[in-house]
């Protein structure tokens, strides 16, 4: 079956600091990726939508600068919150799919990060 | 903008009973996924529609884009049903999955 693993499940960074988080898509094809935040009020943002061969597609609030995204083959996506601060703390979610316009997008247990 | 309306946003029900939960969205959307996000954090996924019902053993969802809602009803609820329900719907224009607020459902004894 379709599985998406995430890692670290959680992390906790200093404030100012950078941490990466990884998406790993087994047992499909992962043309398409987005990356959402889950905040602790529960609701879903769309930080990213990234398909391979193609530019990654940024939300507005959510920059290539703050929040780089790899994306290097159809199996593997990461991503890095830098220079990390109290708000971006949250629920980071990968889900995945042979095309978000198209198909069932399968979620990772997402990265839960807190930022001291 | 796009929006998904969730609801209700809390929903308590005995063991055995059933109910339903609905979304209705603001502009005509070309699928809907239901999860079931668990007390880890995990997103499960429950359905993809582009159209029509689907049944899984006591889950069962209906979408209808023309009047732009979909439901999920879950029958003779079980305690390990228990945790929030989120809808989200695939933008026809944009193809962004958009989330609903989220149903938070407790099952007791």
């Known amino acids: 079956g379709a599985l998406v693993y995430q890692y670290p499940r959680r992390t906790i960074c200093k404030s100012g600091t950078s941490m990466r988080m990884e998406c790993q898509a087994v047992?499909?094809?992962?043309?398409?990726v987005a990356w959402y935040r889950q905040s602790p009020q529960k609701t879903f943002e769309l930080i990213a939508l990234?398909?391979?061969?193609?530019?990654?597609?940024?939300e507005q609030n959510f920059t290539q600068e703050k929040f780089p995204i790899s994306h290097p083959n159809l199996s593997f996506s990461s991503m890095t919150v830098l220079n990390a601060y109290l708000e971006d703390r949250g629920l980071y979610l990968c889900g995945a799919g042979l095309g978000v316009s198209q198909n069932t997008l399968y979620f990772g247990a997402g990265t839960r990060l807190s930022v001291l | 903008g796009d929006q998904v309306e969730q609801s209700p946003s809390a929903l308590s029900l005995h063991e055995g009973t059933g109910s339903a939960l609905r979304c209705n969205f603001t502009t005509t959307m070309r699928a809907v996924q239901w999860f079931q996000q668990n007390s880890r954090g995990s997103l499960i996924n429950l359905f993809y529609l582009a159209s029509g019902t689907k049944e899984n053993g006591r889950l069962k969802s209906t979408f209808n884009s023309k009047e732009s809602y979909s439901t999920l009803h879950i029958r003779d609820a079980q305690l390990e049903d228990s945790g929030t329900y989120f809808c989200?719907?695939?933008?026809?224009?944009?193809?962004?999955?958009?989330f609903g607020l989220g149903t938070t459902l407790q099952v007791q004894p």
């Open positions: 990234s398909t391979v061969n193609s530019a990654i597609k940024y």
């Open positions: 989200a719907a695939l933008t026809g224009n944009t193809g962004k999955l958009i």
């Open positions: 047992g499909f094809q992962a043309t398409s």
